[in-house]
């Protein structure tokens, strides 16, 4: 199978036409192989348009609904990057092409390994995997630019929003199915607003409780 043109032709077909134009969202998903982040019987399947699993209940999410999240937050090479939920690293890799570096937090220790493998051996060296609890993000290296839960959440635990430097963002999609809807998160001078942009029905981050103290 050629790859390459499969790829281009996901750009092409499902991401330019949903209004996605920002060129280095557009330039990584031409430039990371989305193949070599799914389970090898699935390769043939890897530019479908559409969700596929990686893993029982853990999914790496269609293009389209991706790239717009992605150009919603609205990343600069100068940004340092929070991801919420890995995977096997697919989001981290597109993540490491836009932004200055990336923290990836995963709780399934087996994706999280997968995923520090793969992203090594391709050469994405600006990410750090680390196994934990991704509710809680990363404490011990905040504050971020931009945190990206890369799935959707019910709501947002008080703790990511904490771990946003002044002026971060956070992009994420709130709640579940077809109304669930993508929100960006600024927090500016200890105050936090956020803004609805586009229904996105992605499937859901497992691990998240609903928040007490926080809600979007």
Do not use: W
């Amino acid at each position: 199978m050629d790859f390459q043109a499969a790829r281009t032709k996901m750009v092409d077909n499902q991401i330019r036409t949903t209004d996605v134009t920002s060129y280095s969202v557009l330039e990584a998903f031409l430039a990371v192989p989305r193949e070599e982040f799914v389970p090898a019987k699935l390769r043939p399947l890897a530019y479908i348009d559409d969700d596929i699993e990686i893993a029982p209940g853990r999914y790496l999410m269609e293009a389209s609904p991706l790239a717009k999240l992605l150009q919603l937050a609205q990343i600069t090479k100068d940004d340092v990057v929070l991801e919420i939920g890995c995977g096997t690293g697919y989001v981290s890799a597109l993540l490491s092409l836009i932004a200055g570096s990336v923290v990836s937090i995963e709780s399934d220790e087996a994706l999280a390994a997968q995923a520090m493998e793969k992203l090594s051996s391709l050469g994405y060296d600006n990410v750090a995997v680390v196994p934990g609890e991704m509710e809680r993000g990363c404490p011990a290296e905040a504050p971020f630019d931009l945190i990206f839960v890369n799935g959707a959440i019910e709501e947002v635990p008080e703790a990511l929003v904490e771990q946003l430097r002044d002026g971060g963002r956070l992009v994420s999609v709130i709640g579940y199915g077809a109304a669930a809807q993508a929100k960006r998160l600024v927090k500016e001078r200890g105050s936090v607003s956020d803004s609805g942009h586009f229904n996105a029905g992605v499937k859901p981050l497992p691990g998240f409780r609903r928040a007490r103290s926080f809600v979007f």
